[in-house]
Every structure is written in C-alpha cells, then in structure tokens.
C-alpha cells in the first residue's frame, strides 16, 4: 500500500512539474544579475575587474557589491528552504495520512511539522538580525536613508 502511494505521489509531482507553464521574472534580480559585462563595455565591473554578476557604480564599490551578494546569497537560500519546508510538509502530510491508528507514525508527521515550522522561523529571524545588522536594506536593495532627509507632512 505505501509502494502505491509513493508512485501515486511521485507521478503526481511529475505531472506539476512538467506541465507548468514557464513563468518569466520580469526585472527580478535585473539591478543584480545585469551588471558586468564584456571587455568592450566601460565601467562595467567592479573595482577595474570585468565582472558578470556584480557592477559597482558608484565610489564606494565594494561595499555596494557585497551587499549585493549577500542580497543575491539571501534570495538563492529563501528559494531553497520555500522548496524543502514545501517538501517537509507534503512529507508530513502523507506520513500522518498513512498513519491510521499508528500513534507513533501520527506523532512523527506532528513531530517533522513542528520543525519544519521551527526552521522557517529561525531562517526568518535571522534575515531579520542581517537585515538589522547591514546599513541600507539587504531585503530591499534600496539606497540607505541620509539623515537630512525629512518627511513634511502635506496639508
């Protein structure tokens, strides 16, 4: 019975995977994947190095590219941990499922939810304390604020 299932789940998988329609990010990561370039290209690089994935434009070009990839390391482990919390869950759920009257097997697909939920809030919280502990919004990408800007209120 449970060799059925795992073809019956394996199959279905299959059929979301191959039959999805492609979907095309447009501008996701542009600001952080377009920078670099060719030899023939001036300015592109970072620090007079020719780089594909990172540009520096401005004077403090180090720092703006590190940000950058730690903005481009955040966004790869996001979409990894969405896809193993995903596939902890369905795990949970066709375990506790299959469990009928199995107290033990019940308290295992319980037991793999907590963690599962466990490891995303510890994941965010720490984005959380990088972003806390980066100046200019690693989450955002935006510039950081200057001091001298102020909001006046509109009357």
Same mark, same amino acid.
Not at 71 to 98: C, E, K, N, Q
Not at 109 to 130: D, P
């Given at each position: ?16 995977? $191959? #039959? ?19 030899? #023939? ?36 482990? $996001? ?6 919390? $995903? ?49 200019? #919004? ?11 800007? #102020? ?5």
């Amino acid at each position: 019975m449970m060799n059925k299932i795992k073809i019956a789940v394996i199959v279905i998988a299959t059929m979301f995977m $191959t #039959s999805a329609s492609p979907v095309h990010a447009q501008g996701f990561l542009s600001g952080l994947l377009g920078g670099g370039g060719s030899s #023939s290209d001036k300015g592109n690089g970072c620090g007079g190095t020719q780089t594909h994935f990172i540009e520096c434009s401005s004077e403090e070009g180090g720092v703006e590219a590190i940000g950058d990839v730690i903005r481009i390391v955040i966004i790869v482990m $996001t979409f990894l941990i969405g896809i193993i919390a $995903t596939g902890g869950l369905a795990y949970a759920g066709i375990l506790y499922a299959s469990a009928r009257d199995n107290k033990e097997k019940v308290a295992e697909a319980l037991g793999v939810v907590r963690n599962v939920v466990i490891g995303l809030l510890l994941y965010v919280f720490t984005i959380a304390i990088i972003n806390w502990l980066i100046p200019g #919004s690693v989450i955002s990408g935006g510039p950081e604020p200057s001091p001298s800007t #102020s909001v006046s209120p509109t009357q």
